[in-house]
């Protein structure tokens, strides 16, 4: 499956951003997630969501970032509020397709597909 994500770009601490992540196969079948990778650091989790919408956040984000899917435009969306200086990096969505409806992950072992990523900047 190929993912393209969108919606990054460059913002004053406190602002938000949309990130957007089209696959290119039926959404409903995958697990999918967010991830991020500051310069000199290795790929974090954010957020992930399953099958049947369940969700995940890494304790940074929680309260901030709001991840959702719409299995009919096989988009998912990173709405992402409050942002701060700690937020930069680039950010990825990953999908992985699972017979599981609830599983959840934010390994990114556990992930087969990976789209290009969008640079998020925010400054202080």
């Known amino acids: 499956v190929q993912l393209v994500e969108s919606g990054g770009g460059s913002v004053q601490g406190g602002g938000s951003l949309n990130l957007s992540c089209a696959v290119s196969g039926d959404l409903q079948y995958y697990l999918m997630g967010w991830f991020r990778q500051a310069p000199g650091k290795g790929r974090e989790g954010v957020t992930a969501?399953?099958?049947?919408?369940?969700?995940r956040y890494t304790e940074s984000v929680k309260g901030r970032f709001t991840v959702s899917r719409d299995n009919d435009k096989n988009t998912i969306y990173l709405q992402m509020n409050s942002l701060k200086p700690e937020d930069t990096g680039m950010y990825f969505c990953a999908a992985r397709w699972t017979t599981s409806v609830d599983f959840r992950s934010l390994i990114p072992s556990d992930y087969y597909d990976w789209g290009q990523g969008t640079q998020v900047t925010v400054s202080s």
């Open positions: 969501i399953s099958r049947d919408g369940s969700v």
